[in-house]
């Protein structure tokens, strides 16, 4: 899989599955080593395709977590709903 190959995987993959992906994870769904996987989330975030944030669990190393930027998401504004108490939730979202 080529570099810009990888890119698109890892952005239409992440666009349809927002929620928040750790390497090894998003590596092994799309068939790609860890270390590359890791290289190319760093790049999406460093570009703000991508947002990360650092998960400590007791007992384990710190892991950082990806999830696909606001800005990057191709969703249609009349699927959103806005609440009292979160501002603004996907309509269907529980």
Known sequence: MTSQSLRES?????T????AW???A?????GVGVQRMG????????EGKL????????GRQPEEEYRIAAT?????????VIS???NVRLRGAG
């Open 10 to 14: 890892v952005l239409a993959f992440m």
């Open 16 to 19: 349809s599955n927002p929620t």
């Open 22 to 24: 750790r390497i090894k």
């Open 26 to 30: 998003l590596a092994a769904k799309l």
């Open 39 to 46: 290289l190319e989330l760093s790049q999406l975030n460093a």
């Open 51 to 58: 947002v990360s944030c650092t998960v400590k669990a007791p």
């Open 72 to 80: 990057e998401q191709k969703m249609d504004p009349h699927h959103f």
């Open 84 to 86: 009292r108490k979160t």
